[in-house]
């Protein structure tokens, strides 16, 4: 009997042990207050058939035309600049080889998007095309200067004056953002890392524990953007949102019939393929 007990205490203490380690920041609710409740169009309102591609100064337009909020992708350039693309590399969008943290910004304006007139822009450009109209979800992609992306970033939306947050895969990022820009709403994405977007691709610890959250008690997000199609498997994630409450914001619904399952668990919607209404309606 005594084992036992011992062995009941022994679980009963490392559940605890989890649930610090999945601990959100205290402030996290009311932080994200703003950005709950809306749907976020995935890289701008895209639609390439229509010549309009994703990241995209029009497709920025369209969305805040049509009230949406707006989800975007940043890099920094070898001459420092910030620009608006999704991939670590050029062959997708641009038809072309090469990394985009591995070019400058003259080298990236030579290509076009999607194989239209469009070109990569500029953060400061986007930033005077959404003009504090609608909110931002800002993804941060990793490099191994992210620091000088992540000054670069905070430098430029000092006096801006709309609603913005930022989210990243990488721990690195946002434990920068919770030291250097503690008043800014700051989450991490996550995945169970299978296949397909946000794959990591490397089976390893690291991997392993950023997909369960457990670098939450480091970075201490306001929030969690999860793969909504893989969050049922992923038990850590029911427990931080109903143990913490933590706001979750779910990634990328393509197809309206299923939205209904990211709305179950999340509190914001990442979208694209189908024109929602910009306000999710409560239940």
């Not at 990569?120 to 992609?141: D, H, N, R, W």
């Not at 995945?191 to 977007?197: A, I, L, M, P």
């Not at 969050?231 to 949102?241: D, E, G, I, N, V």
């Amino acid at each position: 009997m005594k084992i036992v007990l011992i062995i009941l205490l022994v679980i009963a203490l490392l559940f605890l042990l989890l649930l610090l380690l999945l601990r959100p920041d205290g402030a996290a609710k009311k932080k994200m207050a703003p950005f709950v409740g809306r749907r976020y169009a995935h890289r701008g309102l895209h639609c390439v058939e229509d010549g309009i591609p994703e990241n995209s100064l029009p497709a920025f337009r369209r969305a805040v035309e049509a009230g949406y909020g707006i989800e975007l992708d940043l890099h920094l350039t070898t001459d420092g600049q910030l620009v608006v693309f999704h991939d670590d590399t050029l062959d997708r969008v641009c038809g072309v080889s090469g990394r985009v943290d591995e070019s400058s910004y003259p080298e990236l304006q030579q290509l076009r998007l999607s194989g239209t007139d469009e070109t990569i822009p500029l953060f400061s450009q986007v930033l005077e095309v959404v003009a504090g109209k609608i909110p931002m979800i800002v993804e941060v992609k990793y490099q191994k200067n992210y620091p000088d992306l992540c000054e670069k970033m905070m430098a430029m939306l000092a006096d801006y004056p709309g609603l913005y947050c930022v989210e990243s895969f990488h721990p690195q990022v946002i434990i920068w953002m919770k030291k250097h820009a503690p008043a800014v709403a700051r989450g991490l994405l996550s995945d169970r890392y299978t296949e397909g977007e946000g794959n990591m691709t490397k089976n390893s610890i690291g991997t392993w524990g950023s997909q369960q959250l457990l670098f939450n008690w480091l970075a201490a997000p306001d929030f969690i953007a999860y793969n909504y199609l893989t969050a049922a498997r992923t038990r850590t994630l029911s427990l931080t949102r109903k143990v913490w409450h933590t706001p979750c914001v779910a990634w990328t619904v393509r197809d309206e019939k299923k939205e209904p399952l990211a709305l179950a668990r999340f509190d914001a919607v990442i979208f694209e393929r189908y024109r929602p209404e910009p306000y999710i309606r409560q239940q």
